[in-house]
């Protein structure tokens, strides 16, 4: 259902929770997970501490629930570009192009879950991790798809399982994406460039 749709009363309760998960991130990128309490973040967001506990059971739940909502934003970002209208080729350029701009929008929180995802406690890591494996076992399995689906209308030559080069391109595109997370090298604004790497490589 649209928003837009919902009582207001709802509608309400909604935007609360966005401005705690918002107040969260902010707090836990520049502290880090374990510097932080409930009561920051509720003072934050302009809360009492108490409505905080309304939406959230403890810290805990609240970090799982702001990272399992990234997840779904590019989850969903990601199966949008791999459905998109168009041969294989195209559906592989919007698919670069989604995975970079869903990345770089959502640097805080990448940059978040990846400082904490080692040092996090064991309840902390429990369920999370597994939930966004198979959110990205998904998208793998219909990058996959456009790979099988180029080899069988003959535009790619069947000279790799096309599981393979799910595997190979987005390990390209993470490669280039962690790269600009360290702000050692741009994106490529063409998804192209990273194209013509993948498909042509080095040899004439």
């Known amino acids: 259902m649209c928003e837009l749709n919902l009582p207001r009363r709802?509608?309400?309760?909604i935007r609360q929770r966005q401005d705690m998960l918002a107040a969260a991130l902010a707090l836990f990128s520049e502290?880090?997970?374990?510097n932080v309490s409930m009561q920051e973040i509720a003072e934050k967001a302009e809360f009492a501490v108490g409505t905080l506990y309304k939406f959230f059971k403890n810290k805990e739940d609240l970090y799982k629930a702001?990272?399992?909502?990234?997840?779904?934003?590019?989850?969903?970002?990601?199966?949008?570009?791999?459905?998109?209208e168009g041969n294989a080729v195209e559906r592989l350029r919007?698919?670069?192009?989604?995975?970079?701009?869903?990345?770089?929008?959502?640097?805080?929180?990448?940059r978040l879950y990846f400082a904490e995802h080692r040092g996090a406690s064991f309840n902390i890591k429990a369920g999370l991790d597994s939930d966004i494996r198979a959110r990205c076992e998904l998208t793998l399995r219909r990058l996959e798809s456009v790979f099988a689906d180029g080899m069988a209308s003959g535009l790619f030559r069947r000279?790799?399982?096309?599981?393979?080069?799910?595997?190979?391109?987005?390990?390209?595109?993470?490669?280039?994406?962690f790269h600009w997370l360290e702000e050692r090298q741009p994106y490529p604004e063409s998804p192209d460039?990273?194209?013509n790497i993948f498909f042509h490589g080095l040899m004439e």
């Not at 698919?95 to 990448?110: E, I, L, P």
């Open 193 to 195: 460039i990273l194209l």
């Open 94 to 110: 919007s698919y670069v192009q989604a995975k970079g701009r869903v990345f770089m929008d959502n640097a805080a929180c990448v």
């Open 159 to 177: 000279t790799a399982d096309p599981w393979h080069l799910a595997l190979a391109l987005d390990s390209l595109c993470n490669a280039f994406l």
């Open 66 to 84: 702001l990272i399992s909502e990234q997840a779904d934003r590019f989850h969903a970002a990601l199966t949008e570009a791999l459905r998109a």
């Open 10 to 13: 709802e509608r309400e309760r």
């Open 31 to 34: 502290k880090g997970y374990h």
